[in-house]
């Protein structure tokens, strides 16, 4: 493994640029060497109530780790060799100027796991045109939308995933009323949008809509408050739009009708969590604890996604040329095997990665989604977000009508 | 009282030995630790062993005194004596062991050991390792030839099937096959070699000679998603005119004739059916259901499930002891 640590001179930012690779795989011995440049903004986490939340510093990262670590196990008999070049951009640094010099030269294959306002600053750089990029970090539906680009593919589910992986299952369970606590960061604004987009969708109805106003310490005053935050004559489940979890694991267990609670705690829609364990995802799961010393979250997963397609796409192909991983990856052909039950492809309209989502509490799986009888004409994993026809995605190629 | 018991004794003998009439079907319980034995003349279990953590592939020894378990959550494979159903030992497995093959030579253990990317070869009669391989993430499916001249591995998450040399034990080629290879099983005359892939929903046969797939079987069952058909396990019946292939989630077993390779029945089984296993007389197939927990009988030659048997908590693998090897 080399190592070199990259700074620059201005303020604000520092990032660090690591290669790695499998010990004892020398690259002069592989026919085909494919790079991947994995660019990572860990988000602005303001301070939360509680001292138990908290992130891993290496969210994601460890996840493409693993990756190529799988890649080139299968490598090796093909005589391919997979290395990683790891630019790390602190929170307040300048992650477009160390986009720029990460993907300076010719076209690339770029893992990112940015907030959601730099995945488009990113990829609308010149050093960028050529360069075929997965979104690993942000679930903004927008980037997947009327703000899509050609040369960015999303592993990560977007927020409207997730939104219509609950509703289906409420549809299921007949949970039909709905009360919607949305918090008050920019995250919870565009989940919560989700939420209600998604109701819509699924003819669930919010009779309820309130925005958190307090600000009492909930570790002390939460059997006082929610109860009465909460109340109203009926409702079927709550839904917490928190996504940094400042709040919403108060609101369990205290709401004034005895409801469950779903969204940002208590039933989540996630793209992965330690709890899934079904399809071999058990061996997934021991790989990744064994390398990372933690468990795998949507991000590891996601970026693993990313990681894992390229290879399957220079091993089908032959050819680590970015132009060949982008056709093959996006052409019918492509599929991927990804533990949660179902083959994986893009979708190649907006470059979503259709998966299904499983919904987790913190000790097991509730249900995994696409839930059974929601039907569609291309796959049921199309049953999840924005769907073909209502798309405002056009930088894929496609037209909107 | 004594007096009847002794007049009765030899009537009883002679029932026991004609109770030998039918087979026994071994099935793992992944998540019971046991193994249930099902009586093919009743089918009934008539009795659940303990064994290992999450006992999944098993197999009978070539002269049908032992069952080899692959213990997964003990790292151990272990030794099943039939006419005590005591374990008589374990055998140095390697992490992990999920599926394994005896070579026809009955000494030599082929084992998958799915967190460590290896293939362990253990020597049953000496009770060593006598080779480790390297193959690619998560091995997975095994097989040897009828002639031994070849074990296959196969590895889920590299999607290849690899080809060890069983004289030299080591690895001298792969064939890339797709998503999520699961099981491998050679043709009686060695000519074909059958891999399933789980998530790609095919089987591809490979031509042994040239290591080159030479047809790809696809399936389609109506009314149930594409993304629910996924080929695990395997059969072939040895006059070489049917396969059955276990379908999983889609609780289905297709049956393909092998003069056209077409599918000509999708068979209705349990609930994610994992593995399968044949009776000597090659008339019914036995599956086993991993979500239903439960084992499915299957009339060969009407094509028709004829009957369900509660097994454990998530049947896995299935062996079938001949009558004529059953102990006492």
Request: aromatic letters at 6%; glycine letters at 6%; hydrophobic letters at 40%.
């Amino acid at each position: 493994m080399t190592q070199n640590v990259w700074r620059t001179g201005q303020a604000g930012l520092a990032a660090l640029v690591l290669l790695t690779a499998l010990p004892g795989q020398a690259a002069l011995s592989s026919d085909l060497s494919v790079e991947i440049i994995y660019i990572e903004q860990q988000p602005l986490r303001p301070p939360v109530l509680s001292n138990l939340v908290g992130w891993p510093e290496d969210d994601g990262r460890q996840g493409a780790r693993l990756g190529i670590a799988d890649n080139n196990t299968t490598g090796k008999f093909l005589r391919q060799n997979y290395q990683v070049q790891e630019t790390i951009v602190e929170t307040d640094g300048d992650v477009a100027e160390a986009a720029r010099a990460a993907l300076d030269g010719g076209a690339k294959l770029v893992v990112l796991n940015v907030p959601d306002g730099a995945v488009n600053l990113i990829a609308d750089l010149p050093e960028a045109a050529d360069d075929l990029i997965f979104n690993a970090g942000s679930a903004d539906s927008a980037l997947r939308d009327a703000e899509c680009r050609a040369n960015v593919l999303h592993t990560l589910p977007s927020r409207a995933m997730l939104a219509d992986a609950l509703m289906q299952f409420f549809t299921k369970r007949r949970w039909s009323s709905l009360f919607l606590i949305e918090g008050n960061r920019p995250g919870d604004a565009k989940f919560a949008e989700a939420l209600r987009a998604s109701a819509n969708k699924f003819r669930l109805s919010i009779d309820h809509d309130k925005t958190w106003t307090e600000d009492a310490d909930m570790r002390r005053n939460a059997a006082q408050e929610v109860p009465v935050f909460t109340q109203a004559d009926a409702y079927d489940v709550v839904l917490v739009a928190d996504e940094d979890h400042d709040f919403g694991h108060y609101v369990l267990y205290n709401t004034w009708l005895p409801r469950p609670v779903a969204g940002s705690t208590g039933i989540e829609a996630v793209a992965w969590s330690s709890v899934v364990e079904q399809w071999g995802a058990a061996q997934l799961q021991s790989r990744f604890v064994k390398q990372a010393e933690r468990s795998m979250t949507s991000r590891d997963y996601a970026a693993w996604a990313a990681v894992r397609s390229v290879g399957e796409a220079v091993t089908r192909t032959k050819s680590a040329a970015v132009e060949d991983v982008r056709d093959y990856v996006l052409s019918d052909a492509f599929s991927l095997a990804a533990f949660k039950g179902a083959k994986m492809s893009f979708r190649n309209w907006n470059g979503q990665l259709r998966q299904p989502i499983p919904l987790v509490h913190p000790r097991a799986v509730v249900s995994l989604t696409p839930v059974e009888g929601f039907l569609h004409q291309v796959t049921e994993l199309d049953t999840l977000g924005i769907d073909e026809p209502e798309s405002q995605c056009t930088a894929m190629g496609r037209t909107t009508e | 009282m004594k007096k009847l018991s002794i007049l009765a004794s030899p009537l009883i003998v002679i029932w026991l030995a004609s109770a030998a009439q039918a087979h026994w079907v071994y099935v793992s319980n992944e998540k019971d630790d046991t193994i249930s034995v099902i009586d093919t003349e009743t089918q009934e279990v008539i009795k659940t062993i303990d064994v290992g953590e999450r006992p999944r592939g098993i197999t009978l020894s070539r002269d049908f005194k032992y069952l080899y378990v692959c213990a997964s959550d003990s790292d151990t494979v272990q030794v099943l004596d039939l006419a005590t159903d005591r374990i008589l030992h374990e055998l140095p497995s390697g992490e992990d062991p999920e599926q394994f093959a005896l070579h026809p030579d009955n000494r030599h253990l082929y084992i998958a050991n799915e967190d460590d990317a290896i293939a362990t070869v253990v020597d049953v009669e000496s009770r060593t390792v006598i080779a480790q391989i390297d193959v690619g993430v998560e091995p997975e499916g095994m097989a040897v030839s009828h002639d031994g001249k070849w074990a296959i591995v196969t590895s889920e998450t590299t999607n290849m099937a690899h080809w060890i040399d069983t004289d030299e034990q080591v690895l001298v080629d792969n064939t890339l096959v797709d998503q999520r290879p699961r099981d491998a099983e050679f043709t009686l005359d060695d000519k074909e070699l059958w891999v399933s892939s789980e998530i790609g929903g095919t089987v591809s046969v490979i031509d042994v000679e040239t290591k080159q797939i030479k047809q790809t079987l696809n399936f389609a069952i109506d009314g149930i998603s594409s993304d629910r058909v996924q080929p695990v396990g395997m059969e072939l019946t040895r006059d070489g005119k049917l396969a059955f292939i276990a379908l999983g989630p889609s609780n289905h077993v297709a049956v393909v004739d092998r003069s056209t390779m077409e599918v000509v029945e999708y068979i209705l089984v349990g609930r994610r059916v994992w593995h399968m296993a044949l009776t000597p007389e090659q008339d019914r197939l036995y599956t086993t259901n991993g979500v239903s927990g439960d084992v499915t009988v299957i009339d060969v030659n009407e094509l028709k499930a004829i009957k369900t048997i509660k097994v454990g908590r998530f049947p896995w693998g299935a062996a079938i002891l001949p009558k004529e090897h059953i102990p006492g």
